[in-house]
């Protein structure tokens, strides 16, 4: 479902929408506001709408890669080598 709802919020900022996400613990509140069927759990309120003509949004700059990650090229590529051997059906020995 995540992915799902990702792919909607994108969707619907495409369209000039403007979504806010909320996730409340727990969510049997909405269940019994709702009147919904015990076997029904929501997980996610998603709030839709236009943005005011004068919104703000914040200019978030994201991170270059090498600033929040770490990449262990040897490891990785002892890894692929012995992969590679097995598929193979060769001995790593």
């Keep these: 479902m995540g992915i799902a709802t990702g792919i909607l919020i994108t969707a619907l900022h495409q369209a000039g929408l403007a979504t806010l996400t909320h996730t409340p613990s727990p969510m049997k509140f909405l269940a019994e506001i709702l009147d919904r069927p015990s076997h029904e759990r929501p997980f996610l ?49």
């Design 45 to 93: 309120l998603l709030v839709v709408g236009y943005p005011a003509k004068n919104a703000l949004v914040p200019d978030i700059e994201r991170l270059p890669l090498n600033k929040i990650s770490t990449f262990f090229i040897k490891h990785a590529m002892y890894v692929y080598s012995g992969l590679k051997h097995i598929l193979a059906g060769q001995s790593l020995s």
